[in-house]
């Protein structure tokens, strides 16, 4: 972290200096602002040469690090397969090391393989738990009972947890040291009732799931461990220091967890000690109401739950992520952590750990004009804005730097995502406050693979085996440009907003409750609305757990976390439990003119059933009623955002653009992306003031002063679907080519394109293709109008993958003080555009524009635009012609709905220019 945060600094002092100078603003991009990649090694069958081949292109491609995750094998690959931590894996993981170093990729690895961590040196006593209970509805006289174990899936019989009797009336009868086991057989003596009620005898097992890990390598097939016992986290780290040691093996930058998949598990041995000693009674002796049916839960029933819960996350977080984090810091490693899914606040999991991660899985629908849709080919992203911010909201309030995403899992169907699909993506994690984008993500593959190479069963193939690689420097140059600016500053959310965690583990179904990114709209439906409300109305926040509102303070009026950022309020949704010594918290920020806003209604008590046992309600009612004189209660969130006060971004709400800002020392900055499907041109009013304002492409690089007033209005234009950031600055800028008056909003550098501007078609196009797979097209195409290839009746071109070279010759005169844009229309899928041999840019996304006013030329014009299409139609021959290329183990390749298929019954997807091009005239 400490190289990280160098970096950052030396960025800091950078930007402001060569802003305008010699240098372009552009250079020295940190490394981190490189997009990254999971890296899959199939089987570990992996060798220096396919190593350095793989990291080359990699390197070429602009990505920036690796995660090494190992994996199921290929089929009749055995011998070369390697065992995970072997002398010869971790031979590969050093060489990895070092010769990512000497290309600029920084090495990253799962501290496992597949997922979730475990393997073969995980004992069945160490592996994740889970309560086997059984019920008896006996009578109220002496009775000897077989309580034996059910549960004929246990592999070895297992610990008794506790044996408790329940007589109405009566105190709870434990009778754990009465049970005896003989031979297979388990029974109890239970003695005569005192009341002479019938009775229910409760016997809670220690089980195990005997959950294996999934996908695993070989070397690292067994049980998943026990997340929540310190014993069983501590032994199976001790493996990998181990193999590090022995084997003389540096360790890699970062450690990464992917998310919590573990299922069924909801025990540990120790989970009544320490049950007690947290909760301050009991669990036994509630045992009849934590068995009770969900439909039948009384609010007693749903508070002992509560306190179950708000255990196990506590022994999530201390016994594995805190562990996991402070074992990789003794080992000069960092950690990256995705929480989602797991049994615990999320909030505290993700601030724990160095680099926070969360996970895009599917794609969104945002109505963006002219974006390729794929009916039937796409899954619906599950995670929305507001499960996108728990990741970054733990890194904003903890300090942490970078907030990490699994980028572009499962868009669409194999073999069909375009990069013009997957930027709307990118830019809404963009504006989620994510700025370290983990591509997922590509397969090692040896250069002599048949194509179409080795391949992972869910992922986007960032590999040279897709054809959009050639794409990719383009597509990279993207996101090093937005993560720059993102990684940049300090984050400069409005409000924070209290997370309802004792709400949202009072009343779930089952045992834990697992907040996976595919369920939060039904475990936490007020809450996902709340963040929606807030944001359509022009504010941002980040999310506070009640462990970190303990250690927030007020300065100046606003509320400031040791982190450094400040907030100007915390908005405290309509909740019913809250914890006294949160809401003490509470108090003392609002008495010393911190801003406390609630929602809807006061909370209405604490949480659980331990805390009122320590009388903590009497005093939470009187905190409360002291606390009403200096905070505020809203009715609705309109009049909360207006009682918080903070710095409203009418771009969000008037112009329906999605932005985040950030603070650095000379003002702010934005990413603001128009993820809809209007154009946007408008003097629009930030939420800040400035002297100043200069906006910068990610996309062409192009930098320029804005037209602004000075004081808060600034000119933004974006296209369906485009990005750009703004910097704004306290001082004027003397920016080359602009007139310095006050009347800065008509004197400006930016290119903003000047009207509707004039149309004018290009026409007489020749088809030609410098690349074809999987043979070679000699023939040449001549048409009036571009069209795409697959329309031009050739059965041929239906079936391959190529880049297609469109050439056209023209006369033009150019004008003075006009900006010439060559507008692609509707691309499928990337393109290259040269004109007059000059290299003027690659187009990967909507809109398919491109300024190319300095490479026209009066008189005679040549424009080549090589056109690259998707490997869908190639694939979809190679099954209609019975070509096994399907050679992976286990889950193999499979649809989006996890369902062996085939793809010789695929229409043929457009490839070329679906549309023809024009230059409009500004």
């Not at 009991?282 to 039948?296: E, G, S, V």
């Not at 970054?392 to 990490?404: E, R, V």
């Amino acid at each position: 972290m400490k190289k990280a945060a160098l970096l950052l600094s030396a960025w800091l002092l950078w930007i402001p200096i060569t802003m305008f100078g010699q240098s372009s603003p552009w250079n020295n991009i940190p490394q981190e602002a490189k997009p990254y990649t999971r890296w899959w090694w199939l089987g570990s069958a992996v060798d220096e040469k396919g190593l350095d081949y793989n990291l080359a292109e990699y390197a070429k491609a602009g990505i920036g690090g690796v995660e090494i995750t190992p994996i199921y094998g290929v089929v009749g690959n055995e011998k070369n397969e390697k065992r995970f931590l072997s002398a010869e894996w971790m031979d590969m993981l050093s060489h990895t090391v070092t010769k990512g170093n000497s290309l600029g990729i920084e090495t990253n690895m799962s501290t496992g393989t597949g997922w979730p961590f475990g393997g073969p040196d995980v004992p069945l006593s160490q592996a994740a738990c889970k309560a086997i209970i059984q019920s008896y509805d006996i009578g109220s006289g002496t009775q000897n009972l077989d309580i034996s174990c059910t549960d004929k899936k246990q592999k070895e019989r297992p610990q008794i947890g506790c044996v408790m009797c329940f007589e109405k009336g009566s105190k709870p009868s434990d009778l754990t040291s009465k049970a005896v086991r003989n031979g297979s057989r388990t029974t109890v003596a239970v003695p005569a009732g005192k009341g002479g009620q019938p009775r229910k005898l409760i016997v809670l097992y220690i089980g195990r799931t005997q959950q294996a890990v999934k996908r695993a390598a070989p070397g690292g097939e067994g049980y998943v461990i026990d997340h929540f016992d310190r014993e069983a986290v501590k032994s199976y780290l001790a493996g990998f220091s181990t193999a590090f040691l022995r084997y003389h093996t540096p360790y890699p930058h970062t450690f990464f967890n992917d998310s919590y998949e573990v299922y069924g598990a909801d025990w540990t041995p120790r989970l009544f000690d320490e049950f007690e000693a947290r909760r301050g009674y009991r669990l036994q002796d509630k045992l009849d109401l934590f068995a009770m049916a969900d439909t039948d839960r009384t609010d007693e029933a749903k508070r002992v739950m509560s306190d179950y819960r708000e255990t196990l996350s506590d022994l999530l977080l201390e016994n594995f992520t805190e562990q996991w984090t402070d074992w990789a810091h003794k080992n000069g490693a960092i950690t990256r952590n995705q929480a989602h899914g797991s049994p615990a606040n999320l909030i505290d999991l993700y601030a724990a750990v160095d680099i926070p991660e969360c996970e895009g899985f599917g794609l969104s629908e945002f109505g963006i004009k002219g974006l390729r849709k794929d009916p039937g080919f796409t899954k619906k992203n599950d995670s929305e804005i507001s499960m996108l911010k728990y990741a970054s909201s733990g890194a904003h309030i903890s300090g942490k730097t970078f907030t990490s995403s699994e980028t572009f899992t499962w868009l669409t169907e194999h073999f069909r995502t375009s990069l013009s699909q997957c930027k709307p993506d990118l830019d809404l994690m963009f504006v989620s406050g994510i700025n370290h984008v983990f591509f997922h993500g590509s397969c090692y593959s040896p250069e002599d693979a048949e194509w179409p190479g080795w391949r992972f069963y869910a992922s986007v193939d960032m590999t040279p085996a897709n054809p959009q690689w050639d794409a990719m420097p383009a597509f990279s140059a993207y996101i090093q440009r937005c993560q720059a600016f993102l990684q940049w500053g300090k984050p400069d959310n409005d409000f924070l907003v209290y997370l309802p965690f004792y709400d949202m583990i009072y009343d779930q179904p089952g045992t834990v409750a697992q907040f996976a990114i595919h369920d939060m709209g039904k475990r936490a439906p007020k809450f996902v609305k709340t963040i929606q409300t807030i944001i359509k109305s022009g504010y941002d926040v980040d999310y506070i757990s009640d462990r970190y509102i303990s250690k927030a303070d007020t300065w100046k009026g606003v509320i400031r976390l040791k982190s450094g950022v400040n907030y100007d309020a915390i908005i405290i949704p309509d909740v019913t439990f809250m914890p006294l010594e949160t809401l003490k918290c509470l108090q003392t920020l609002s008495k010393y003119g911190g801003k406390v806003v609630f929602v809807g209604a006061y909370p209405k008590g604490v949480p659980g059933i331990g805390r009122e046992l320590k009388g903590e309600q009497a005093e939470f009612d009187k905190v409360l009623a002291e606390m009403k004189q200096s905070c505020v209660l809203a009715s609705s969130y309109d009049e909360a955002l207006k009682a918080c006060g903070g710095r409203k971004e009418n771009m969000r709400d008037e112009q329906g653009l999605s932005c985040i800002r950030r603070s650095n020392e000379g003002g702010y900055h934005y990413f603001i992306s128009n993820l809809q499907d209007k154009d946007v041109d408008a003097m629009v009013e930030l939420g800040v003031e400035f002297q100043d304002a200069v906006i910068y492409n990610p996309l062409t690089g192009e930098v320029g002063g804005a037209e602004n007033d000075g004081r808060r209005k600034v000119r933004l234009q974006l296209a369906s679907g485009e990005s750009l950031i703004l910097r704004t600055h306290s001082r004027l800028m003397q920016i080359p080519g602009r007139l310095n008056t006050k009347a800065r909003a008509v004197s400006r550098n930016y290119n903003y394109n000047k009207g509707e501007g004039l149309s004018v078609p290009l026409t007489k196009w020749t088809l030609s293709f410098p690349k074809a797979t999987p043979t070679p097209i000699s023939k040449t195409f001549t048409m009036e109008t571009a069209k795409a290839w697959t329309t031009l009746g050739d059965a041929e071109l239906n079936q391959t993958m190529a880049t297609g070279r469109y050439t056209t010759h023209f006369k033009m005169k150019k004008l003075p003080n006009c900006r010439y844009v060559l507008d692609l229309g509707d691309v499928r899928e990337s393109a290259r555009v040269v004109v007059n041999g000059k290299e003027a840019g690659t187009l990967f996304c909507v809109p398919f524009r491109l300024d190319i006013s300095s490479q026209l030329q009066n008189g005679k014009n040549q424009i080549d635009i090589y056109v690259t299409n998707l490997p869908a139609n190639r694939i979809a021959q190679m099954d209609r012609e019975g070509k096994e290329w399907r050679v992976f183990k286990e889950i193999n390749v499979v649809d989006l709905n996890y369902k062996k298929n085939r793809y010789d019954t695929w229409e043929v997807v457009p490839s070329g220019l679906n549309t023809n091009p024009v230059i409009v005239c500004y």
